[in-house]
T-cell receptor, first 114, second 110 residues
Framework: DGGITQSPKYLFRKEGQNVTLSCEQN?????MYWYRQDPGQGLRLIYY???????QKGDIAEGYSVSREKKESFPLTVTSAQKNPTAFYLC?????????????FGPGTRLTVT | GQQVMQIPQYQHVQEGEDFTTYCNSS?????IQWYKQRPGGHPVFLIQ?????EVKKQKRLTFQFGEAKKNSSLHITATQTTDVGTYFC??????????FGGGTRVLVKP
């Protein structure tokens, strides 16, 4: 059963701690993305990766870091430098980044930092 | 950079009525996609439009791509409670990444 998995579904952390969100896909997609969604808001792009060992900053990359060591995995680290980290984080993938390819989204991780 | 705007931000609809949500891009697009996110869920791809003036239908949903390929619309007829959610358009200009609009949040009054 192909798809994207994100874990955990809910995550609670204390302010000042770094936290890593997991994203795994078995769709054999080259491109992967991380979005942030705040309540009642749209999707804002944090980072994206077109291919293994390559990634680029999106619109709101400050306070976040990523890695893409394997095609299947694209973990996101929310660092203590992120001013307002509480949000819903969505990982997505597509066959390729450019062209007429839709994005497949994971179920998301709700991060609460207190 | 490329911007995609959606209106309205919120849409309150009486069950059984029709409504339309609009998507406008600051640049000419090579394609536009529509996604639906149910409350508490994640966005799910609905459809993609590529050709100028293209119209596609999915049951009660009608999607249209403007002649200039800078705008799109989603029209829902006979709204049902299952239509509740947020509808996002996402546009892609040639050589650029997909850019999502802010979404239209649809609430249905029974």
């Amino acid at each position: 059963d192909g798809g994207i998995t994100q874990s955990p579904k809910y995550l609670f952390r204390k302010e000042g701690q770094n936290v890593t969100l997991s994203c795994e896909q078995n769709l054999n997609h080259d491109a992967m993305y991380w979005y942030r969604q705040d309540p009642g808001q749209g999707l804002r792009l944090i980072y994206y990766s077109q291919i293994v060992n390559d990634f680029q900053k999106g619109d709101i990359a400050e306070g976040y870091s990523v890695s893409r060591e394997k095609k299947e995995s694209f973990p996101l680290t929310v660092t203590s430098a992120q001013k307002n980290p509480t949000a819903f984080y969505l990982c997505a993938s597509s066959i390729q980044m450019y062209g007429t390819y839709e994005q497949y989204f994971g179920p998301g991780t709700r991060l609460t930092v207190t | 950079g490329q911007q995609v705007m959606q209106i309205p931000q919120y849409q309150h609809v009486q069950e059984g009525e029709d409504f339309t949500t609009y998507c406008n891009s600051s640049t000419t697009l090579s394609n536009i996609q529509w996604y639906k996110q149910r409350p508490g869920g994640h966005p799910v791809f609905l459809i993609q439009l590529v050709k100028s003036g293209e119209v596609k239908k999915q049951k009660r949903l009608t999607f249209q791509f403007g002649e200039a390929k800078k705008n799109s619309s989603l029209h829902i007829t006979a709204t049902q409670t299952t239509d509740v959610g947020t509808y996002f358009c996402a546009g892609q200009a040639a050589g650029n990444k997909l850019t999502f609009g802010g979404g239209t949040r649809v609430l249905v009054k029974p």
